[in-house]
C-alpha cells in the first residue's frame, strides 16, 4: 500500500526539531508532504518564499519528501495530494492539548483522515520558532537550533546578529 503523509506548519523559520520530525516520518511513509502554510493568525518574519526555500535546502538529503506552500485548509490539501495522514509534532502536553483539539475538527472534515502525533527528540522539546527569533534579534548563538541554511536566512533579516 502506498503511504502518502503530510507535515504542515508555518515554519518561520524551520527548526532542528521540525527536521526531527521530518526525517523520522520520512522513514515511515512512501512520500511526505512537508506543507509551508499561510497562517492568517501569525505575523511571519519570513515569506512563504522564503520559508519553502529553508525547508527545502534542509530536506535536500530525504528523496521522498516534497515541500510545498499552501493557502487553505490543510484537510483540502490532504484531499488534493491524496494524503491519508496528517503527521503533528509535539512537544509537551500543552502542544498535544491543543493539537487534539485541531485533529478532532478535522476528523469532523475529514474522516478518513489519520492524524499522527509525533513526539520530538528529547534534545528538540525546548525549540520553538518565535523564540530563536526573539534570541538571534538579541544576538543569541541558534547554531545548534537550527539546519545550517536557516542561519543564511536569519543572518540576512539580523545582520551582525546570528552566529
Given at each position: 500500500m502506498n503511504?502518502?503523509?503530510?507535515?504542515?506548519?508555518?515554519?518561520?523559520?524551520?527548526?532542528?526539531?521540525?527536521?526531527?520530525?521530518?526525517e523520522?516520518?520520512?522513514?515511515?511513509?512512501d512520500?511526505?508532504?512537508?506543507?509551508v502554510?499561510?497562517?492568517?493568525?501569525?505575523?511571519?518574519?519570513?515569506?512563504p518564499?522564503?520559508?519553502?526555500?529553508?525547508?527545502?535546502?534542509?530536506?535536500?538529503?530525504?528523496?521522498?519528501?516534497?515541500?510545498?506552500?499552501?493557502?487553505?485548509?490543510?484537510v483540502?490539501?490532504?484531499?488534493?495530494?491524496?494524503?491519508?495522514?496528517?503527521?503533528?509534532g509535539?512537544?509537551?502536553?500543552?502542544?498535544?492539548?491543543?493539537?487534539?483539539?485541531?485533529?478532532?475538527?478535522?476528523?469532523?472534515l475529514?474522516?478518513?483522515?489519520?492524524?499522527?502525533?509525533?513526539?520530538?527528540?528529547?534534545?528538540?522539546?525546548?525549540?520553538?520558532?518565535?523564540?530563536?527569533?526573539?534570541?538571534?534579534?538579541?544576538?543569541?548563538?541558534?547554531?545548534?537550533?537550527?539546519?545550517?541554511?536557516?542561519?543564511?536566512?536569519?543572518?540576512?533579516?539580523?545582520?551582525?546578529?546570528?552566529?
Amino acid at each position: 500500500m502506498n503511504k502518502i503523509a503530510f507535515f504542515p506548519g508555518t515554519f518561520d523559520p524551520p527548526t532542528l526539531g521540525h527536521i526531527n520530525v521530518i526525517e523520522r516520518s520520512a522513514a515511515m511513509f512512501d512520500k511526505l508532504y512537508v506543507v509551508v502554510a499561510h497562517n492568517i493568525n501569525k505575523s511571519c518574519l519570513f515569506t512563504p518564499e522564503e520559508r519553502v526555500e529553508m525547508m527545502r535546502e534542509s530536506v535536500r538529503h530525504l528523496d521522498n519528501v516534497i515541500v510545498e506552500s499552501y493557502t487553505g485548509l490543510s484537510v483540502d490539501y490532504a484531499k488534493e495530494r491524496g494524503c491519508s495522514v496528517m503527521i503533528r509534532g509535539v512537544r509537551s502536553e500543552h502542544d498535544f492539548s491543543y493539537e487534539f483539539e485541531i485533529a478532532m475538527t478535522n476528523k469532523l472534515l475529514y474522516p478518513s483522515l489519520e492524524v499522527i502525533f509525533l513526539p520530538t527528540d528529547q534534545n528538540y522539546i525546548i525549540l520553538r520558532s518565535s523564540q530563536i527569533k526573539e534570541m538571534v534579534a538579541f544576538g543569541a548563538n541558534i547554531s545548534k537550533m537550527v539546519p545550517e541554511p536557516v542561519l543564511k536566512y536569519l543572518e540576512e533579516k539580523y545582520p551582525n546578529k546570528s552566529k
